[in-house]
């Protein structure tokens, strides 16, 4: 026998022993569950259905609990009192970057020098409140009118059948490209805007592509066909949102202005920029298309609810000064006078939103719950919240919580209600389809605008049936989260 064959059987008992070294708790740390599996632990369960795995954990070791996945203990925590002592936790001790780097390397394969996302957020910031928030809102609104209501007159009059999800997550993620990435530069014509419309649905469709093997991408689970195709797919992404051809833009928002200065003051070549400005449009749009879709199904699916939006927005339109075909923005304060619109939406996130809120334990530390225990977390181990499960799915904070009730965030005279309960005590984190703490999504108050003008314009200016009204509603795809 060769030493080589001997150094690779030692190797390998090596890593055999490795694998199945099993962790054990510590005084005071959060139950343990390791699986049955040396090293993959729960991963297949927790790769093929999170939200039930997690509910089975939950059941057998209460609110908060490690477990074993491919190779890594997670710690999950469950319980919405307790939320604000993880997501307002210094950097220093819990790291929210760490995992969202990992993630941009691997599915759009930007690695910036001297990356510092903190910093990033703070540059970002600016320019998606106050005034620059308006002045997307009111681009956004133009561009919707032009994507939406000029592809309507091109295919004509009469009635069209089109996939609702394509429906809502093409016009939306068309208008938000021209709002945040710029449109064709003046004069603005018939003809220029039928460029905009070609131009942007050409990055849709590209996009879509990409978006489809994104959660094989964050796996890590491509096949070999998939690797082609996603690599032909990002360097088609690449081309079209390249600097250079975004430099002849007009009407590009501050937004975009201020990223692309923030790249240049890091040194990034402009094929790293072409890379980071695909990964922006996924993080800018990507959500605002299927959020839209399921509010919109929710409300083909209950007429109920449909009526009471219906009859909302036509009163917007009779206090306004002038028709909706002349109307060339929705100001803040007529979106802000939409509570039944803002209970369907907030409605609609609870149920069908599903982002996981990580962090990676950076020191050994004790997490103070609410109800005044205290566990010990290791440092290199990952802490996870699933609001999805608590508090959006919870039967205590919500009656019949699979059930969609469109003014389930309403309070009996019309306001949005606030007050939930949970141990007889008022949840400060309710829902979390955005976020929260630290990492709270920035721009939330542009997509929520976004959203709402989507679904005014729609409710207004067309008339909405579903070609097979008695097929039950879709299951939600918790793969994006």
């Given at each position: 026998?060769?030493?080589?064959?001997?150094?690779?059987?030692?190797?390998?008992?090596?890593?055999?022993?490795?694998?199945?070294?099993?962790?054990?708790?510590?005084?005071?740390?959060?139950?343990?569950?390791?699986?049955?599996?040396?090293?993959?632990?729960?991963?297949?369960?927790?790769?093929?259905?999170?939200?039930?795995?997690?509910?089975?954990?939950?059941?057998?070791?209460?609110?908060?609990?490690?477990?074993?996945?491919?190779?890594?203990?997670?710690?999950?925590?469950?319980d919405?009192?307790?939320?604000?002592?993880?997501?307002?936790?210094?950097?220093s001790?819990?790291?929210f970057?760490?995992?969202?780097?990992?993630?941009?390397e691997?599915?759009?394969?930007?690695?910036?020098?001297?990356?510092?996302?903190?910093?990033?957020?703070?540059?970002?910031?600016?320019?998606?409140?106050?005034?620059?928030?308006?002045?997307?809102?009111?681009?956004?609104?133009?561009?919707?009118?032009?994507?939406?209501?000029?592809?309507?007159?091109?295919?004509?009059s009469?009635?069209?059948?089109?996939?609702?999800?394509?429906?809502?997550?093409s016009?939306?993620?068309?208008?938000?490209?021209?709002?945040?990435?710029?449109?064709?530069?003046?004069?603005?014509?018939?003809?220029?805007q039928?460029?905009?419309?070609?131009?942007?649905?050409?990055?849709f469709?590209?996009?879509?592509?990409?978006?489809?093997?994104?959660?094989?991408?964050?796996?890590?689970?491509?096949?070999?066909?998939?690797?082609?195709?996603?690599?032909?797919?990002?360097g088609?992404?690449?081309?079209?949102?390249?600097?250079?051809?975004?430099?002849?833009?007009?009407?590009?928002?501050?937004?975009?202005?201020?990223y692309?200065?923030?790249?240049?003051e890091?040194?990034?070549?402009?094929?790293?920029?072409a890379?980071?400005?695909?990964?922006?449009?996924?993080?800018?749009?990507?959500?605002?298309?299927?959020?839209?879709?399921?509010?919109?199904?929710?409300?083909?699916?209950?007429?109920?609810?449909?009526?009471?939006?219906?009859?909302?927005?036509?009163?917007?339109?009779?206090?306004?000064?002038?028709?909706?075909?002349?109307?060339?923005?929705?100001?803040?304060?007529?979106?802000?006078?939409?509570?039944?619109l803002?209970?369907?939406?907030?409605?609609?996130?609870?149920?069908?939103?599903?982002?996981?809120?990580?962090?990676?334990?950076?020191?050994d530390?004790?997490?103070?719950?609410?109800?005044?225990?205290?566990?010990?977390?290791r440092?290199?181990?990952?802490?996870?919240?699933?609001?999805?499960?608590?508090?959006?799915?919870?039967?205590?904070?919500y009656?019949?919580?699979?059930?969609?009730?469109?003014?389930?965030?309403?309070?009996?005279?019309?306001?949005?209600?606030?007050d939930?309960?949970?141990?007889g005590?008022?949840?400060?984190?309710?829902?979390?389809?955005?976020?929260?703490?630290?990492?709270?999504?920035?721009?939330?108050?542009?997509?929520?605008?976004?959203?709402?003008?989507?679904?005014?314009?729609?409710?207004m200016?067309?008339?909405?049936?579903?070609?097979?009204?008695?097929?039950?509603?879709?299951?939600?795809d918790?793969?994006r989260k």
């Open positions: 026998m060769s030493w080589a064959v001997v150094l690779g059987l030692l190797a390998a008992l090596l890593l055999l022993l490795l694998l199945t070294r099993r962790r054990t708790r510590r005084p005071g740390e959060p139950p343990l569950d390791l699986g049955s599996i040396p090293w993959l632990g729960h991963a297949l369960e927790f790769g093929k259905d999170a939200a039930g795995f997690l509910t089975r954990m939950k059941e057998k070791h209460g609110d908060i609990f490690t477990v074993l996945v491919g190779g890594r203990h997670i710690t999950v925590l469950l919405p009192h307790s939320y604000d002592a993880v997501v307002w936790e210094p950097r001790r819990l790291d970057h760490a995992y969202a780097v990992f993630l941009m691997r599915i759009f394969d930007v690695q910036l020098p001297h990356y510092n996302p903190g910093d990033e957020k703070s540059k970002m910031k600016p320019t998606l409140l106050h005034k620059e928030l308006q002045a997307l809102t009111d681009a956004m609104y133009t561009n919707l009118r032009t994507v939406l209501l000029g592809d309507t007159m091109e295919a004509g009469g009635w069209h059948e089109m996939g609702l999800l394509e429906f809502s997550y016009f939306l993620l068309r208008a938000g490209y021209l709002t945040q990435y710029g449109v064709e530069a003046p004069p603005h014509t018939q003809e220029s039928a460029q905009d419309r070609i131009h942007s649905a050409d990055v469709h590209t996009f879509r592509q990409l978006d489809l093997l994104l959660p094989k991408l964050a796996r890590g689970s491509l096949s070999a066909g998939d690797k082609d195709q996603a690599g032909k797919v990002k088609r992404l690449w081309k079209l949102l390249s600097p250079a051809r975004l430099a002849t833009r007009a009407h590009r928002s501050k937004w975009l202005e201020s692309l200065l923030h790249l240049e890091m040194g990034v070549s402009e094929e790293l920029q890379r980071a400005l695909v990964l922006q449009l996924w993080a800018t749009q990507g959500n605002m298309g299927p959020a839209a879709f399921w509010l919109l199904l929710f409300l083909l699916k209950n007429p109920e609810a449909l009526a009471a939006v219906r009859g909302e927005l036509e009163t917007v339109l009779l206090g306004a000064e002038q028709p909706i075909s002349q109307m060339t923005t929705l100001p803040q304060k007529v979106l802000d006078s939409m509570p039944v803002d209970s369907v939406l907030s409605e609609s996130l609870r149920l069908t939103a599903a982002p996981f809120i990580t962090r990676e334990v950076v020191a530390l004790a997490l103070p719950m609410a109800d005044g225990r205290e566990f010990s977390l440092r290199g181990d990952r802490l996870l919240l699933f609001p999805f499960l608590s508090p959006q799915k919870d039967p205590e904070i009656t019949d919580p699979e059930i969609f009730k469109y003014n389930r965030f309403l309070n009996p005279d019309g306001s949005e209600k606030k939930f309960y949970k141990d005590k008022r949840l400060k984190n309710y829902s979390l389809p955005w976020g929260a703490g630290h990492n709270q999504c920035l721009g939330k108050g542009y997509a929520i605008n976004s959203i709402k003008q989507f679904v005014f314009l729609v409710l200016q067309f008339d909405l049936e579903l070609t097979t009204p008695d097929v039950d509603i879709p299951e939600f918790l793969s």
